[in-house]
């Protein structure tokens, strides 16, 4: 069956512009997560979403960054005026539920995001 | 902060050998958790997981055993082949959000 989706797989943009990265998460997934990548790293946490609601956005960098999820589905995280330090490897994943009866997130690609 | 730390960056096996991850955490409140593969360019994969209330599950070639009084975990892989390399996580599900705490990582190379 289909996994994660995500869009662009890469973007390159001029530091200062603004950036839309899409996810697509597996159908029936209610839970959805974004993280950031850097080189070498560990995932960070950035924000989480239980339907089109975003319970815990404790992980966003800055009032730049911002997402939102529409029908329970297809996400969009926004960078504003991005910045070199913005580059990193964005990834989303999905979860069938997040609570007492966590379950097992699966993650797409990534979009790798190059800030010039 | 909650943390997650490797005791090896970097471990590097004959194929055919046993490999031995290991993976310690911070949050003793922590009952779910989960190893990821990562290999170069794609999204971390889920390999196993594993819950509070056991302290050893196995999958194919893999065996996760944890030990909560001392905050360890383990990932064994059985006859470790080359398209085993790849950087693993342990991650730590974190209170009702389900989010993951990610460390480092540890980079299994795979001799053959």
């Known amino acids: 069956g289909a996994g994660v989706s995500q869009s662009p797989s890469n973007k390159v943009t001029e530091k200062g512009k603004d950036v839309e990265l899409r996810c697509d998460p597996i159908s029936g997934h209610t839970a959805l997560y974004w993280y950031r990548q850097s080189l070498g790293q560990g995932l960070e946490f950035l924000i989480y979403?239980?339907?089109?609601?975003?319970?815990?956005k404790s992980g966003l960098p800055s009032d730049r960054f911002s997402a939102e999820r529409t029908g329970g589905s297809v996400s969009t995280l926004t960078i504003q005026r991005t910045q070199q330090e913005d580059s990193a490897v964005y990834l989303c994943a999905s979860s069938s539920e997040a609570g007492p009866n966590n379950q097992p997130q699966h993650f797409g690609d990534g979009t790798r995001l190059s800030i010039l | 902060g909650e943390s997650v730390g490797l005791h090896l960056p970097t471990l590097s096996v004959q194929e055919g050998d046993n490999s031995i991850i290991n993976c310690a955490y911070s949050?003793?409140?922590?009952?779910?958790f989960i190893w990821y593969k990562q290999e170069s360019g794609k999204g971390p994969q889920f390999i196993i997981d594993i819950r509070s209330n056991m302290d050893k599950r196995q999958g194919q070639r893999v065996t996760v055993l944890l030990n909560k009084t001392v905050k360890h975990l383990s990932l064994q892989i059985a006859a470790t082949q080359p398209g085993d390399s790849a950087v693993y996580f342990c991650a730590p599900v974190s209170g009702n959000t389900g989010k993951l705490i990610f460390g480092q990582g540890t980079t299994l190379q795979v001799k053959p």
């Open positions: 949050n003793s409140a922590s009952d779910y």
């Open positions: 979403f239980q339907g089109n609601s975003a319970p815990d």
